[in-house]
């Protein structure tokens, strides 16, 4: 049974840090490109940050660019999103999704990704 569990979400002020994390089971971890994406309240959902199966690639959102970091240990089957510099406009539901991937790719596209987790909320006040 494949899962992607999220945690690491909650209430942090505007400039703070968050740290996400994603465990994944039920698949082969390293063969999956691994992305974050966030869906603010009547918004659609939108690309974060992706990374190969390897790690050697990682792709980033404009928005996301010199704050977030996204990384994985393949040992732990976990991808992390840190998240530095925080802004109110971070505030959405944050999902991990994995990609099956053979070409070390970093799509950004949500039609990629085969598995989604059930998404962790983060909230930043101003």
């Known amino acids: 049974q494949v899962q992607l569990v999220e945690s690491g979400g909650g209430l942090v002020q505007a400039g703070g840090s968050l740290r996400l994390s994603c465990a994944a089971s039920?698949?082969?971890?390293?063969?999956?490109?691994m992305g974050w994406f966030r869906q603010c309240p009547g918004k659609e959902r939108e690309f974060v940050a992706a990374?190969?199966?390897?790690?050697?690639?990682?792709n980033y959102a404009d928005s996301a660019k010199g704050r977030f970091t996204i990384s994985r240990d393949n040992a732990k089957n976990t991808v992390y999103l840190q998240m530095n510099n925080l802004k109110p406009e971070d505030t959405a539901v944050y999902y991990c999704?994995?990609?099956?991937?053979?070409?070390?790719?970093?799509?950004?596209?949500?039609?990629?990704?085969?598995?989604w987790g059930q998404g962790t909320q983060v909230t930043v006040s101003s």
């Open positions: 039920g698949f082969v971890f390293s063969r999956f490109t």
């Open positions: 999704a994995a990609d099956y991937d053979l070409w070390g790719s970093t799509s950004p596209s949500l039609s990629d990704y085969d598995y």
């Open positions: 990374i190969s199966r390897s790690g050697g690639k990682s």
